[in-house]
C-alpha cells in the first residue's frame, strides 16, 4: 500500500485566499514564455533551417523533460526537508533556468554564426543545436515551476476541496493573463526597437523581436516569483519524521509502484486526459503556422504574408487568452455539483472537436479567394479578405473555452482523487504530467510527416486532434467518476510515499 508518512497527524489549515492568489500569479510568469514558445518559436525554427516535417520534432525536447523531469521533481519535493520548504527551493531553480534557456534560445542564431555558421546560407546546423539546448533547458525549467506550483496551491490549500478548486482556477486565469501578455508581446512588430542591441547581422527584426519579448518574460517570471516565495512561507518537515530518503533506484521503483497502484478514477482521468492532449498539441504547436500559411497563403522566408500571418495568429491567440481568462474565473461556478466537473470537461471535448474540425472551412475559404483573385506578374498574393480574418480569429477566441477546462478540471480531479488515497501532490501531479507529454510525444512524431503525406499543411493534424477531442468527450461523460462533494474532504494531508 502506499501510505503518507507520519509527518502530520491532523488536517493542514488552509492558507489565506491572498496567498493563494499569490502562488498562482507565478502561472502568469510562466505562461508568457510559454505564450511566446507557441506563438514565435515554430516560424524562428523554421527561419534557422529546420523543414516543416520536422519542425514538430524539436519540439520532443517539451514533452520527454516533461516525462522525466515532473515525476523527479514531483517526488523529490515531496520528500524534501530544506528548511526553505518542500516546493519553494524547486520553484526558485526552475526561474533562474527559465532566465538561462531564454538567453540560449533568443542567441541561437548569433552563437551560431560566431561558431560558424554562414549567416547568408538557409541552415544554421549550430543555431539549431543551441536552439534545442537552449528550448530543453526551458522545458525542464518551466516543468520544474508548475509541478511545484501545483503541488503548493494543494497544499496551502489544506484539506478544503472548494477551495483547491478555486486554486487550480485561479492558476488557470493568471495562465490566461500571461497568454494575453505574451501573445500582444508577440504580434507586436516593433518591440526590438526598446533593446536596440538585439538587432544584429545574423538576427533579423523578426528574431531580435523574439529576444526582446524574452528579455520582457524573463524580467516578469523573476519578479512574480520573489514575491510568492517571499509572502509564502512552508513549514519545513523534520528529516526523522520523513523515514529514510530513497536512491534513484528507489525513486524510480516508488514512482512505477505508484502507477501499480493507482485506483480505477485516476486510470479513467489519465486517459481522457491524454486523448485530450492528442486533440490540443496539434493545434498548439502549428496554430500560427496555420495562419500564415493556410490562411495568408505564406511561405516560409519569402515575402511578407507569412510574417503577416503569424502575427495575426499572435493576435488570435490574445483573443483566446483572454476568453480563457473570463472561462477560467467562471468554470467554478459552472463545474458545481457531483457531476459538474465530468460534465463540463465532456462537453468541452466536443466544442473542442467543432473548432479544430472549422479550421478545414476557413482554410477553403481562404483558397478559393486565392484562386478568384490570382497574384499578377509574380507578386504576392493579397491577404485574405477581412471575413476570412475574422472566421480564424473566432476559431481561437472559442477555443479559450475547452482550454480553460483542460487547464483545471483535470489537475483538480487529480488533486482530489490523490488526496481521497493519501498519495504526495507533487508525485501524483506528476503521473498527470506524463498523461500530458506521452500524447505530446505521439503528436510530434506523427504530425510532421503526416502533414507532409497530405501535401505540407496544417489540417491533417488539425483533424486527428478533432477526432481524439470526440472520443475524450465521451469517455468524460459516460466512464470518469465523479469526485466526492465539497463536504466529504479527506483527513489526511498529502505527503510523501513510504
Known amino acids: 500500500m502506499v501510505e503518507v508518512e507520519n509527518m502530520v497527524s491532523s488536517p493542514e489549515p488552509s492558507s489565506p485566499i491572498s496567498k493563494i492568489v499569490m502562488v498562482a500569479s507565478i502561472a502568469a510568469g510562466i505562461q508568457f514564455g510559454w505564450a511566446l514558445q507557441l506563438s514565435l518559436l515554430t516560424p524562428y525554427v523554421q527561419q534557422l533551417g529546420v523543414p516543416h516535417k520536422w519542425a514538430a520534432v524539436v519540439w520532443l525536447c517539451g514533452p520527454i ?37 531564454v538567453f540560449m534560445i533568443g542567441y541561437a542564431a548569433d552563437i551560431g554564426v560566431k561558431a560558424g555558421d554562414s549567416w547568408e546560407k538557409s541552415t544554421k546546423p549550430r543555431a539549431v543545436a543551441v536552439f534545442v539546448v537552449g528550448f530543453w533547458i526551458l522545458d525542464v525549467a518551466n516543468n520544474m515551476l508548475q509541478g511545484p506550483c501545483r503541488a503548493l496551491l494543494a497544499d496551502i490549500s489544506g484539506s478544503d476541496m472548494k477551495k483547491l478548486r478555486t486554486a487550480n482556477a485561479l492558476f488557470s486565469f493568471f495562465m490566461a493573463v500571461g497568454n494575453v501578455l505574451g501573445y500582444a508581446a508577440g504580434s507586436l512588430k516593433g518591440l526590438h526597437k526598446l533593446f536596440p542591441f538585439t538587432t544584429t547581422k545574423a538576427c533579423n527584426i523578426y528574431c531580435a523581436n523574439l529576444k526582446s519579448c524574452f528579455f520582457i518574460s524573463i524580467c516578469f517570471l523573476l519578479v512574480l516569483t520573489v ?67 493556410e490562411v495568408y497563403g505564406g511561405v516560409v522566408g519569402k515575402g511578407r504574408l507569412y510574417e503577416m500571418g503569424v502575427r495575426a495568429g499572435s493576435l488570435g491567440l490574445m483573443l483566446n487568452a483572454f476568453v480563457l481568462g473570463a472561462m477560467s474565473l467562471a468554470i467554478v461556478y459552472f463545474a458545481r455539483g457531483v457531476n459538474g466537473p465530468k460534465r463540463i470537461w465532456g462537453v468541452a471535448n466536443f466544442f473542442l472537436a467543432i473548432c479544430l474540425l472549422m479550421t478545414i472551412v476557413v482554410t477553403k475559404m481562404a483558397e478559393n479567394y486565392r484562386h478568384a483573385n490570382p497574384a499578377v506578374g509574380g507578386a504576392e498574393p493579397s491577404p485574405p479578405p477581412a471575413g476570412v480574418k475574422a472566421g480564424a480569429l473566432l476559431i481561437f477566441a472559442a477555443l479559450g473555452i475547452p482550454q480553460a477546462v483542460t487547464f483545471s478540471i483535470p489537475f483538480a480531479m ?48 488539425f483533424v486527428l486532434g478533432a477526432v481524439a477531442a470526440v472520443i475524450s468527450g465521451i469517455l468524460a461523460l459516460i466512464f470518469l467518476p465523479s469526485p466526492p462533494p465539497d463536504h466529504a474532504t479527506p483527513t489526511v494531508v498529502p505527503a510523501g510515499f513510504h
Open 65 to 101: 523533460s516533461g516525462l522525466l523531469v515532473q515525476p523527479i521533481v514531483g517526488y523529490y519535493s515531496d520528500r524534501s526537508t530544506s528548511r526553505f520548504g518542500r516546493r519553494r527551493p524547486f520553484i526558485a531553480a526552475g526561474a533562474g533556468l527559465v532566465a538561462v534557456a
Open 227 to 293: 514575491l510568492a516565495l517571499t509572502a509564502v512561507k512552508e513549514k519545513p518537515y523534520d528529516k526523522n519524521a520523513m523515514g529514510t530518503g530513497a536512491a534513484g533506484g528507489a525513486m524510480f521503483g516508488e514512482i512505477f509502484r505508484s502507477f501499480q497502484q493507482l485506483k480505477k478514477p485516476m486510470w479513467i482521468l489519465l486517459l481522457v486526459t491524454c486523448l485530450n492532449w492528442v486533440a490540443w498539441f496539434g493545434f498548439l504547436l502549428f496554430d500560427t503556422d496555420w495562419m500564415g500559411k
Open 414 to 461: 487529480a488533486s482530489i482523487f490523490c488526496s481521497n488515497s493519501g498519495a504526495g501532490q507533487g508525485l501524483s501531479l506528476g503521473v498527470l504530467n506524463i498523461a500530458i507529454v506521452v500524447p505530446q510525444m505521439f503528436v510530434s512524431v506523427l504530425s510532421g510527416p503526416l502533414d507532409a503525406s497530405f501535401g505540407g499543411g496544417n489540417l491533417p493534424a
